[in-house]
């Protein structure tokens, strides 16, 4: 039997597995799209269907059998109907194995255009008159092996995007009148140093208790007020905490006073006039508990797709679900922070992840480091800065503490005192702000 007589190399069940873990979990569908291309299926109708699960996910919607139906419209029919997409639902035990049939997919499409090639080059190659014939046999191969590995632009196709966004950040800074980040924090120090962009991951760092997430309160009502809207997930404390917090820190009327009324009547329409003012800002608070990074990112998509964000936050990512509960605690970590990451570079907003540092900074008494970040070292690969905040001393009602940029991938790094406010919880610039290691 010669080799173009022959069926073509594939693997259906891979291809359905592919597709079915998309259907049911954005995470899957985020590791695959990594992978693969709609040429990559053997089946037209695969393809096709990929298609119509990649553009729901664009479009910032839930990936599910409704809205992947109507993303097909009149080609439902061409995939096998509705029944085939329920079928394809229910098919799959579990998505920890996506990216084994993702690559076994891929690597069966390459096997085809090599195939493709050889046979194009058959004729050649038995042509006795044809000039170089292994040569071009050689190139078609080498085209095919290229194309797999076609994740590389040309410099020239990004420079018009590049000076583009440069134009944006310029304009920015005009009309807010100020000379920093594409998003600001609100701590002017910090702001002179981080350059916090779109698609950018931060990871904010402390010990427990030491005023991590009243930081990020801090800097989520800073941007809510100045730049835009605001999606906050929150997988330690419920909306009710949050806003208290952030209540606090428009008033200075502590949280614990707040919970058991004991304020002055001036005071009470000091909260009344703040919660007014809360009410009208662009901020959303997602406090399910135990949300899975796909749960997260479908949440923020959806929101991003009703009005653009300004930054996503996550308090913290040690809360955050595991896809699989029986990966180690660093396989665990490992994985989330490599989703968070495509996470903000699919939506293209800026985003800081709230993390846990390790306990050797308290045993050893001293400042942390970017290698105590807890669990994982993918944090401190994939970050495109780390803040650590470091408060040796908690008691008090003004504590100093500091923000140390140990990372920035484009910038300087430095530390930032400053002095936490424990009335307000919030975080303000000391009388020694400004000193740059």
């Known amino acids: 039997m010669s080799i173009v007589e022959r069926v073509p190399p594939h693997d259906v069940d891979s291809e359905q597995a592919v597709l079915a873990a998309g259907l049911v979990d954005l995470h899957a569908l985020v590791v695959a799209r990594g992978i693969l291309e709609p040429g990559d299926f053997y089946r037209p109708a695969h393809a096709i269907l990929w298609r119509a699960l990649c553009a729901v996910a664009d479009a910032g919607k839930p990936v599910e059998l409704l809205t992947v139906r109507d993303a097909l419209g009149a080609n439902l029919d061409d995939v096998g109907g509705f029944p085939y997409l329920v079928d394809l639902y229910g098919s799959i035990p579990t998505t920890a194995h996506t990216e084994y049939h993702a690559r076994h ?21 038995f042509d006795p008159h044809a000039e170089e014939p292994v040569t071009a046999a050689q190139g078609r191969l080498m085209a095919v092996q290229a194309r797999r590995n076609e994740k590389a632009v040309r410099v020239g196709d990004v420079a018009a995007d590049v000076t583009d966004d440069t134009n944006r950040q310029h304009q ?4 807010y009148e100020r000379t920093g980040p594409a998003v600001t924090t609100g701590i002017k120090q910090l702001d002179e140093m981080l350059y916090v962009a ?7 760092a402390a010990r427990p208790s030491a005023g991590k997430t009243a930081l990020a309160n801090q800097m989520m009502l800073h941007v809510a007020q100045n730049h835009g809207p605001v999606y906050f997930a929150s997988l330690e404390m419920d909306k009710e905490a949050i806003t208290r917090r952030l209540l606090a820190q428009m008033t200075g009327v ?95 907003v800026p985003g800081i992840a709230i993390a846990q540092l390790s306990r050797e ?25 780390i803040v650590m905040l470091h408060r040796p001393h908690r008691e008090g009602e003004k504590t100093d503490a500091e923000l140390l940029l140990v990372k920035q991938r484009d910038g300087a790094v430095g530390t930032v005192p400053v002095v936490y406010e424990a009335e307000r919880t919030r975080f303000v610039a000391s009388v020694s702000a400004g000193a740059l290691a």
């Open 172 to 175: 920015a800074r005009k009309r």
């Open 361 to 385: 900074v308290d045993r050893d008494n001293r400042k942390p480091r970017a290698s105590d970040l807890r669990d994982s070292g993918q944090l401190e690969q994939k970050a495109d800065a």
């Open 254 to 348: 502590g949280t614990v006073r707040q919970r058991n009324g004991a304020v002055s009547d001036a005071e009470l329409d000091l909260l009344s006039q703040a919660a007014r003012s809360i009410a009208e800002l662009p901020l959303w608070i997602d406090d399910r508990p135990a949300m899975t990074v796909a749960q997260i990112a479908a949440g923020a998509q959806q929101q991003h797709a009703k009005t653009p964000l300004a930054l996503v936050v996550i308090d913290h990512l040690s809360e955050v679900a595991a896809v699989d509960p029986r990966a180690s605690a660093y396989e665990r970590m490992s994985q989330i922070a490599r989703d968070v990451g495509v996470m903000f570079r699919r939506l293209r």
């Open 198 to 204: 779109p698609g950018n991951y931060v990871v904010m």
């Open 105 to 125: 997919v891929a690597d069966l499409a390459l096997r085809r255009a090599a195939i493709a090639a050889c046979a194009d080059s058959l004729g050649e190659l």
